[in-house]
């Protein structure tokens, strides 16, 4: 017995355009295309500029390397546009070649240490934060950070590689970075000091410590600032039990803090501390001086 006719419609076959390997194929044959219309130079030139990051773009770039394995020029462009696109893997085993040819002229081995620090940077936030993967991948960002570090780069991206290298614990390369940054920098950013004083204090250099701190007053914008910077110098050598040293550095380096009645009684108490009453008792003086005539303190 037949069933009964349904009374909706036969749902249509999907008309397909093309498969999946011939929209490749189609890509490629696209891109062969342009290799023959195009003057080879004329349209890399033209890649570069657009930056363009689209299959067939790509497609163009990998045929062409095809074509030619040893234009490192090329090689270091399609990892470029794997690297913008996302694909990070394979933008690295197309980069990798390009670290074992030997007479790689200067620019082009400038721009591939340049896109492996980003790609080792791109990786490193794919693993799990203090795992062994995570840590061997930090050694080796590191390393290229290192090596990059003397490249001239703008003040936001040297600034973003000092806040790596501190967070990360590479002490050394943190102050190199930060000490790049103050020589080059139009204008000083006073913390970058007060990172440096932070990273000797972290090694018990207080010497060292408190010569950044101190370094930093002439770049201080505000009294509030300036004083911010004098104590920590002192206090980072009186912390080391460095008293003689904070006595005279706290003689030689507080000018106008003078006339604030906590930098007095502070300097006061530290010069009784290390056995220097005839200077306590001159700071006690500017301090009688400041409740006589109280209009001057604390500007």
Same mark, same amino acid.
């Not at 909706?8 to 044959?29: C, D, K, M, N, Y």
């Not at 004098?230 to 912390?239: N, R």
């Given at each position: 017995?037949? #069933?009964?006719?349904?009374?909706?419609?036969?749902?249509?076959?999907? #008309?397909?355009?093309?498969?999946?390997?011939?929209?490749? @194929?189609?890509?490629?044959?696209?891109?062969? +295309?342009?290799?023959?219309?195009?003057?080879?130079?004329?349209?890399?030139? /033209?890649?570069?500029?657009?930056?363009?990051?689209?299959?067939?773009?790509?497609?163009? #770039?990998?045929?062409?390397?095809? *074509?030619?394995?040893?234009?490192?020029?090329?090689?270091?462009?399609?990892?470029?546009?794997?690297?913008? &696109?996302?694909?990070?893997?394979?933008?690295?085993?197309?980069?990798?070649?390009?670290?074992?040819?030997?007479?790689?002229?200067?620019?082009?081995?400038?721009?591939?240490?340049?896109?492996?620090?980003?790609? #080792?940077?791109?990786?490193?936030?794919?693993?799990?934060?203090?795992? =062994?993967?995570?840590?061997?991948?930090?050694? /080796?960002?590191?390393?290229?950070?290192?090596? +990059?570090? /003397?490249?001239?780069?703008?003040?936001?991206?040297?600034?973003?590689?000092?806040?790596?290298?501190?967070?990360?614990?590479?002490?050394?390369? *943190?102050?190199?970075?930060?000490?790049?940054?103050?020589?080059?920098? &139009?204008?000083?950013? +006073?913390?970058?000091? @007060?990172?440096?004083?932070?990273?000797?204090?972290?090694?018990?250099?207080?010497?060292?410590?408190?010569?950044?701190?101190?370094?930093?007053?002439?770049?201080?914008?505000?009294?509030?600032?300036? &004083?911010?910077?004098?104590?920590?110098?002192?206090?980072?050598?009186?912390?080391?039990?460095?008293?003689?040293?904070? +006595?005279?550095?706290?003689?030689?380096?507080? @000018?106008?803090?003078?006339?604030?009645?906590?930098?007095?009684?502070?300097?006061?108490?530290? =010069?009784?501390?290390?056995?220097?009453?005839?200077?306590?008792?001159?700071?006690?003086?500017?301090?009688?001086?400041?409740?006589?005539?109280?209009?001057?303190?604390?500007?």
């Amino acid at each position: 017995m037949s #069933l009964p006719r349904s009374g909706f419609p036969a749902v249509p076959e999907r #008309l397909r355009f093309a498969t999946t390997g011939q929209i490749l @194929g189609f890509g490629l044959l696209t891109a062969l +295309v342009f290799m023959v219309i195009y003057p080879e130079h004329s349209l890399q030139r /033209h890649l570069e500029r657009s930056a363009h990051t689209d299959n067939v773009s790509i497609a163009y #770039l990998f045929a062409w390397l095809r *074509a030619d394995p040893n234009d490192h020029h090329l090689r270091i462009l399609l990892a470029q546009r794997l690297f913008d &696109k996302g694909d990070i893997s394979q933008s690295r085993q197309i980069l990798n070649p390009v670290f074992k040819v030997k007479d790689l002229k200067q620019e082009l081995h400038s721009k591939a240490d340049i896109l492996l620090l980003n790609l #080792l940077e791109r990786q490193l936030w794919t693993y799990q934060p203090q795992s =062994a993967t995570f840590n061997n991948a930090l050694k /080796h960002y590191l390393q290229q950070l290192r090596k +990059v570090s /003397h490249y001239s780069w703008p003040q936001e991206r040297l600034e973003v590689f000092a806040k790596n290298a501190f967070d990360f614990g590479d002490t050394q390369l *943190a102050k190199e970075l930060y000490y790049q940054l103050i020589f080059s920098a &139009k204008t000083v950013n +006073v913390e970058w000091f @007060g990172n440096i004083a932070r990273l000797y204090l972290a090694q018990q250099q207080y010497r060292a410590a408190a010569r950044s701190y101190l370094q930093a007053m002439p770049y201080t914008t505000t009294f509030a600032q300036r &004083k911010q910077f004098f104590l920590s110098g002192v206090k980072a050598l009186q912390s080391g039990n460095l008293l003689p040293d904070a +006595v005279d550095a706290g003689q030689t380096y507080a @000018g106008m803090l003078l006339a604030d009645t906590e930098v007095l009684e502070y300097l006061t108490r530290l =010069a009784l501390a290390a056995n220097r009453p005839d200077i306590a008792q001159y700071y006690v003086s500017l301090l009688l001086k400041q409740r006589i005539s109280p209009t001057g303190a604390n500007p």
